[in-house]
């Protein structure tokens, strides 16, 4: 079948990376207590920042990019930019897969290919995919957007990519971080168009709803008594999202008018989230890091991927149906070790989320928990994300 969309590759101007390099070239750095308490590494951003202006090759990185296929289209007034792998097997299955922030969509670039031809991988060609990457509206270089889009409202614009645009009847979702609720709300709004999903986090839908979605503890005390070591737990996990969930919600055009103007403020607020978000063990490699700062600083992207997080409490997620699951969709979660909830060992995970009030939300068929891994599952894991996904979708295609 042919494709029904003109590939569109990916290219930055060239004005674009000279004003790049002129600000950086005119950067101002601040005071810096150089200890680490109050922020980003400075050691560690000063070396990148250093490595972005006279090391880095984005037309390097550009050219691994457009190795894939990539489109751009309009939804609804909303510009959609995605990537696509196409599947190699029998029958491949369609897969639309869902980033978070700040990720960009090339951090699904490690499971795309195993995903799309597992046959040259050691796998079955009849689990092949035919994978479909899009940036979130706001997000890398599907911009500028409307200023009320959320989650929900994605969800939306990807199934009226997946069926009236690309033409797929039934097709598969996956989605990580916020992703993960965008692919939720697939699994609840249109089940039916749905093989299943799989996820790498399990939250209510209502996460961003109420007054103080901005505090993870939704303003409630912590629990007096605690044994010491799981009050550091707690008090590390509070601290490792507590800062981008508050600005965000509460003010993200404020912070945006900074970071959209420097490239160094924008690296300094993305890098703390990626080193401290990734697990212990995760080394991120300067070219990496940098080809995802691209993404965002050529599309101009930081101020709408940031005000995402306002829209998902300004315009709450309202059900769509009141069946139980309200998430009916054959569901997989993948569970790392680096978000253990405090006091819970990966041992103990799967019953965790098993005895709280979000597993209900869910039609879980396929519960999966690993000792090693971060925020950013398919880069930091990839053999154990493809692994975790195919299982979900294995007998359901």
């Not at 706001?138 to 969800?155: C, E, H, M, Q, R």
């Not at 690296?267 to 080193?275: G, M, P, S, T």
């Not at 995802?292 to 101020?303: D, P, R």
């Amino acid at each position: 079948m042919t494709f029904p969309l003109e590939p569109a590759p990916i290219h930055v101007s060239d004005e674009v990376l000279d004003d790049l390099r002129r600000r950086l070239d005119g950067v101002r750095w601040p005071d810096d207590p150089h200890d680490g308490y109050y922020g980003v590494d400075s050691g560690q951003l000063r070396d990148l920042v250093d490595h972005w202006r006279d090391g880095f090759d984005w037309r390097r990185a550009e050219a691994a990019i457009n190795a894939y296929e990539h489109y751009r289209v309009d939804i609804e007034g909303v510009p959609i930019h995605f990537m696509r792998r196409p599947g190699v097997g029998p029958a491949p299955t369609p897969l639309i897969l869902s980033h978070g922030w700040p990720w960009t969509f090339w951090h699904w670039s490690k499971v795309v290919d195993p995903l799309a031809d597992p046959g040259a991988y050691g796998g079955d060609p009849a689990e092949a995919f035919d994978v479909i990457v899009p940036s979130l509206p706001g997000f890398g270089f599907s911009t500028p957007v409307p200023p009320d889009l959320n989650f929900w409202k994605i969800a939306d614009l990807w199934h009226t990519l997946m069926t009236d645009v690309l033409g797929h009847p039934r097709y598969a979702a996956g989605g990580c971080d916020v992703g993960a609720l965008v692919t939720g709300q697939l699994g609840h709004k249109y089940a039916d168009a749905l093989h299943g999903i799989h996820i790498g986090s399990g939250l209510k839908l209502t996460f961003f709803n109420g007054d103080r979605a901005w505090d993870l503890t939704g303003g409630r005390p912590i629990p007096s008594g605690l044994p010491p070591e799981t009050l550091a737990q707690l008090m590390a996990y509070e601290k490792r999202f507590a800062v981008h969930l508050a600005a965000h919600v509460l003010a993200p055009q404020t912070l945006a008018y900074g970071l959209t103007d420097s490239p160094v403020g924008m690296l300094a607020w993305i890098l703390e989230r990626w080193a401290k978000w990734s697990a212990p063990d995760t080394v991120l490699d300067p070219d990496d890091v940098l080809t995802h700062a691209m993404i965002f600083w050529a599309g101009n992207a930081i101020g709408p991927s940031m005000r995402t997080y306002a829209n998902n409490n300004r315009y709450p997620w309202t059900p769509a149906h009141d069946r139980w699951p309200p998430v009916e969709a054959p569901t997989g979660i993948t569970f790392v070790g680096h978000e253990n909830p405090p006091g819970v060992s990966t041992d103990q995970r799967v019953a965790h989320f098993l005895a709280s009030d979000r597993a209900d939300w869910y039609n879980h068929v396929n519960l999966t928990a690993h000792d090693r891994g971060g925020h950013f599952i398919p880069w930091e894991l990839p053999d154990a994300w493809v692994d975790d996904l195919r299982r979900t979708f294995r007998g359901r295609r």
